[in-house]
């Protein structure tokens, strides 16, 4: 039977606050379980699910991303809960390498708890697709912030130029006066 975790568990493991993982599992459509009480309870699953969006976040990405990504970050292995493959490195600890040959399908699942090795080249794979991924939505998000900085500084000069026209009409208005008086 897989190990089921607490709220508080599961923040101490992720390093999440409790708060902000309630907030990733309704902003991102979690599914996560409650017992016969309502309580949540976290599988390594989820703990795993957790880190990578948190990994993610740190990485500068936004939940409405993150929630396109969900649907490859959850692909499970057949017949299985378990995720397939650690989706970002984590800067955890490195463990000794096991050999391919020992590792069956159901070993493959990775979790801070007890981390197994996978296929080397897989990983790196998955992981080079998502760093372009994350590359592609950074330089979208770049493009999205000049474009906006300079609209801003159009808007800026438009305004400018009117509290000068303002000013020289203003000006002009009180001259004309002065000469009538």
């Not at 990504?69 to 800067?91: A, E, F, H, N, Y």
């Not at 296929?119 to 999205?144: C, G």
């Amino acid at each position: 039977m897989e190990p089921k975790y607490t709220v508080r568990q599961a923040t101490e493991m992720t390093g999440v606050k409790s708060y902000v993982l309630r907030y990733w599992e309704e902003e991102l459509d979690l599914r996560i379980e409650r017992n016969e009480l309502g309580h949540r309870y976290y599988t390594r699953y989820d703990i795993q699910l957790f880190m990578n969006i948190k990994e993610l976040k740190k990485r500068g990405l936004q939940l409405r991303a993150i929630k396109e990504l969900i649907p490859q970050i959850s692909r499970t292995v057949p017949g299985s809960g378990s995720s397939k493959v650690k989706l970002l490195d984590t800067g955890e600890e490195v463990l000794e390498r096991v050999p391919a040959s020992e590792i069956s399908e159901e070993s493959v699942f990775l979790d801070p708890v007890s981390p197994v090795w996978v296929d080397d080249e897989k990983i790196l794979e998955f992981q080079a697709i998502l760093e372009r991924l994350i590359t592609q939505e950074m330089q979208a998000k770049n493009e999205d912030e000049e474009r906006y900085r300079s609209l801003d500084l159009a808007i800026r000069h438009q305004q400018m130029a009117r509290r000068e026209a303002a000013a020289a009409s203003a000006d002009k208005k009180s001259r004309k006066r002065s000469r009538n008086v």
